[in-house]
Each structure stands twice: as structure tokens, then as C-alpha cells.
């Protein structure tokens, strides 16, 4: 039972380009959402986070949206990098009293071409 | 290195051995979290811990499957009469207090059980 569900395996992009990774989730409960980068051989490093009373959060070059009704999110990477090559996860947590589990898509595999 | 490390990096075993993967966590943080990352998937939780106690082992698959942290600092995860669908990588993720803070990952166990 997947509850938060990257449904692109992979994506690739042009250096200096727009990058959009997609998320989408199950549990209305879900109330604090985060991103993940992750290089090969090594683990998750956390990106941007937004909690539910906003709809954007925006740090440097990444922006992260949550539209609460379609159960959607989104990280946008402008522009993007080589070095932003990595897999990208997205991950789901249902509230600060209900435990400190946190629900993790299976990651969108992003490449930046030069 | 002020990171979480882990050990072994890798670890292969034969079906029905036992093991145990070691976390360090980074110095003074309370929290500290198992996943476990299957081939193709995001990272699924398994334990969390704040300090020496086991807050919330819902996610450990079974009885087969225990994890310890008695000083409230290194934690190791023991894995017994091990199969074959036990192979994936274990992340381990230390945070400050816990909750909403940001998990630091370590670069993972990969486990191979022939």
C-alpha cells in the first residue's frame, strides 16, 4: 500500500532548464512533506520541507508546492544543474502526535544534461 | 566525520545466519530512525528511537527483526534466521530532537542474503 507515490521513475532536463518532480499521496492526515536528493552509494540528504498551512516554500533554486485538495506536490529546480543529478524522493509524515514515521515515494531519478 | 556512518558498508550472509548492522549517529542527537530500502523502492521505516527507548517499532516486518540502542547513542539492528527477501539497503537517520526535524542519513548497509 503505497501512500506516497512518485510516479515518474525518471526525468531529464537541459542544463539551465526547468526541473518539476511530482508527488502525490493517499492519506489526507499526511501534514508535513519533504524532499530527499539522494547520490548513489550514499544517503538521502534532505532538500526542502513544507508543512500543510502553506502551499509553497521556496529556498534558493528549489520551491516545493502542495495543493492539499489534489493531494499533489511538487519540486521545481530553476535553474537546473549537472550537479543536480541525482534520485529525488519525496517523503510524508502524518502529524507530529501520531508518530515519527515518515513515508517515502520511490523516487524520481532526475538527470541534467549539459 | 560529523555525519551518521554506518557499518558494515556491506554485508553478505547465507540464508538462516543471523547479523547485526551498527548505526553511529551524529554526537547529541536523541532521535534515531531504521529504514529499509529495497531495490526500486523509497526508503520504508522500520524503528525510531529517542534515546534509549524504542518510541515506535510498527515498522519492523517481524519477530525476526529487533533493534537496540542502550546508551542512547549507537544503535544496532540484529536481523535473525535470515531470507532471502531480507537483501536491501538499511539506512539509519539520526535528527536532533526528532519529530519535524531534519533526519541526517548515513550512507547505508547493503545487506545480501544468498
Known amino acids: 500500500d503505497q501512500q506516497v507515490k512518485q510516479n515518474s521513475p525518471s526525468l531529464s532536463v537541459q542544463e539551465g532548464r526547468i526541473s518539476i518532480l511530482n508527488c502525490d499521496y493517499t492519506?489526507?492526515?499526511?501534514?508535513?512533506f519533504l524532499w530527499y536528493k539522494k547520490y548513489p552509494a550514499e544517503g538521502p540528504t534532505f532538500l526542502i520541507s513544507?508543512?500543510?498551512?502553506?502551499d509553497k516554500n521556496e529556498d534558493g533554486r528549489f520551491t516545493v508546492f502542495l495543493n492539499k485538495s489534489a493531494k499533489h506536490l511538487s519540486l521545481h529546480i530553476v535553474p537546473s544543474q549537472p550537479g543536480d543529478s541525482a534520485v529525488y524522493f519525496c517523503?510524508?509524515?502524518?502529524?507530529?502526535?501520531?508518530?515519527?514515521?515518515?513515508?517515502f515515494g520511490t523516487g524520481t531519478s532526475l538527470t541534467v544534461i549539459p | 566525520g560529523a555525519g551518521v556512518s554506518q557499518t558494515p558498508s556491506n554485508k553478505v550472509t547465507e540464508k538462516g545466519k543471523y547479523v547485526e548492522l551498527r548505526c553511529d549517529p551524529i554526537?547529541?542527537?536523541?532521535?534515531l530512525y531504521w529504514y529499509r530500502q529495497s531495490l526500486g523502492q523509497g526508503p520504508e521505516f522500520l524503528i525510531y528511537?529517542?534515546?534509549?527507548?524504542?518510541?515506535?517499532d510498527s515498522g519492523l516486518p517481524n519477530d525476526r527483526f529487533f533493534a537496540v540502542r542502550p546508551e542512547g547513542s549507537v544503535s544496532t539492528l540484529k536481523i535473525q534466521r535470515t531470507e532471502r527477501g531480507d537483501s536491501a539497503v538499511y539506512l539509519c537517520?539520526?535528527?536532533?530532537?526528532?519529530?519535524?526535524?531534519?533526519?541526517?542519513f548515513g550512507p547505508g548497509t547493503r545487506l545480501t542474503v544468498l
Open positions: 513544507i508543512s500543510s498551512i502553506k
Open positions: 492519506n489526507s492526515m499526511f501534514d508535513y
Open positions: 517523503a510524508a509524515s502524518p502529524g507530529k502526535n501520531t508518530g515519527n514515521q515518515f513515508y
Open positions: 537517520a539520526s535528527s536532533l530532537v526528532g519529530g519535524y526535524n531534519e533526519q541526517f
Open positions: 528511537f529517542q534515546g534509549t527507548g524504542a518510541a515506535d
Open positions: 554526537s547529541g542527537h536523541t532521535a
